[in-house]
């Protein structure tokens, strides 16, 4: 059983940035896909960002160039850094892990899931 705790969010205004982290506790953590979705009021969960146990990372087109996931195998943590941030962000975000495959168009591959953490932006 893998328990993700989930740290980080908040408020900022537009262009601002933050950061969240990931950190399971219990499991072979280096063998699991880490990754982030949110999910908006009245809208369905999203994919945003994702990094494979080889470091391969993939992002959803709208965040793109403004966010980052990295994790630390040292550490057993996963951070996802969010730049330039903009309104339509604004979201309960959630972290996920499972092992390979994964993919962010496919979050039922996904059994693990943190608390979430809400993310609002301000214009």
């Known amino acids: 059983q893998v328990n993700l705790v989930q740290s980080g969010g908040g408020s900022v205004q537009s262009g601002g940035s933050l950061r969240l982290s990931c950190a399971p506790a219990?499991?072979?953590?280096?063998?699991?896909?880490m990754a982030w979705f949110r999910q908006a009021p009245g809208k369905e969960r999203e994919g945003v960002a994702l990094?494979?146990?080889?470091?391969?990372?993939d992002y959803v087109d709208s965040v793109k160039g403004r966010f980052a996931v990295s994790r630390d195998n040292g550490n057993h943590t996963s951070y996802l850094q969010m730049n330039s941030l903009k309104p339509e962000d604004t979201a309960m975000y959630y972290c996920?892990?499972?092992?390979?495959?994964?993919?962010?168009?496919?979050?039922?591959?996904?059994?693990?899931w943190g608390q979430g953490t809400p993310v609002n932006v301000s214009s």
């Open positions: 996920a892990a499972d092992f390979p495959p994964c993919s962010l168009s496919e979050s039922w591959r996904f059994g693990y």
């Open positions: 990094i494979d146990i080889d470091g391969r990372t």
């Open positions: 219990g499991g072979t953590y280096n063998t699991y896909c």
